[in-house]
């Protein structure tokens, strides 16, 4: 009735771009574990995941679009549940006390996320006394958005072709699709951080290949999520030489075909 596959997780894709280490820099795997193993998705929760706007999603497939939406999603519970804690905190110590245990990074993000939950805490409490569902989208893009970039177009793009609906609703969540796009390089700001991406524009020639138009393009990126697929974990033949055969690339393991032979059907026979 059921058949698990268990041949180990697969390695995430490491997209070969200058800076692609540099702090707010990870793979988009890590995040959606983190999201829901910390349970930092709720309102209580004491998890330190953080997300920045501009963010930034590399990646064409459904693990892109879960991520994208996931984070549009996260953001607004991020800073609100920051704001609260910190105008109670100041509330008890005061404002010399509070900021005197950051630094100046650590003041300017905190000064970023506070007001960003306290105009969501504004448009919540609009919309409860207009009767109405609150405008998070608005005030989201206004901060950058959440951007998903592919090196294709939308109808190359994995997600499209296994369940187009996701991209429509993610666009209605308000997700930023970035077609023909491929990074290069990542931009660090004075501290040491993500704070933009340079992307190199792909055209398909007549062949319809894929390739660089030569033309580059910097999205501003506080966050930058990297889905872009995974490859079969071959560690174990690196760290045991011999114990299996690789295919002729040397990427993979060489497959195997299992067949029946005289002598097992004999056996069956007998």
């Known amino acids: 009735d059921h058949i698990a596959i268990a041949t180990g997780a697969g390695k995430p894709t490491m997209v070969p771009m200058k800076n692609n280490l540099l702090r707010g ?17 709720k309102r209580d929760a004491l998890a330190n995941l953080e997300v920045r706007l501009p963010a930034v999603v590399i990646g064409g497939g459904l693990t892109g679009i879960d991520t994208a939406t996931e984070v549009m999603a996260y953001y607004p519970i991020q800073v609100e549940r920051l704001a609260r804690r910190v105008d109670t905190l100041i509330g008890e110590l005061g404002e010399a006390q509070f900021w005197s245990g950051f630094n100046e990074e650590e003041r300017e993000t905190l000064h970023e996320m506070i007001g960003h939950g306290h105009a969501l805490q504004q448009e919540r409490e609009a919309a409860a006394q207009e009767g109405r569902d609150p405008n998070f989208i608005d005030l989201i893009r206004s901060w950058g958005g959440v951007s998903l970039v592919y090196r294709k177009s939308i109808s190359d793009a994995p997600a499209y072709r296994l369940n187009h609906e996701e991209i429509a609703e993610a666009l209605e969540e308000g997700i930023y699709f970035i077609e023909n ?3 290069t390089a990542a931009v660090a700001d004075r501290h040491g951080a993500v704070e933009a991406m340079v992307f190199e524009q792909q055209g398909a020639d007549e062949n319809g290949k894929w390739r660089s138009t030569g033309k580059q393009f910097t999205i501003p990126a506080r966050t930058v999520l990297i889905a872009a697929g995974t490859a079969p974990n071959t560690i174990i033949e690196r760290e045991n030489p011999g114990a299996f055969q690789y295919d002729e690339w040397r990427q993979y393991f060489a497959p195997h075909r299992a067949e029946a032979v005289a002598q097992a059907k004999e056996a069956e026979t007998v």
């Open 25 to 41: 820099i990870r793979q988009a795997s890590d995040f959606l574990m983190a999201l829901q193993l910390t349970g930092a998705f």
């Open 181 to 183: 796009m491929s990074p």
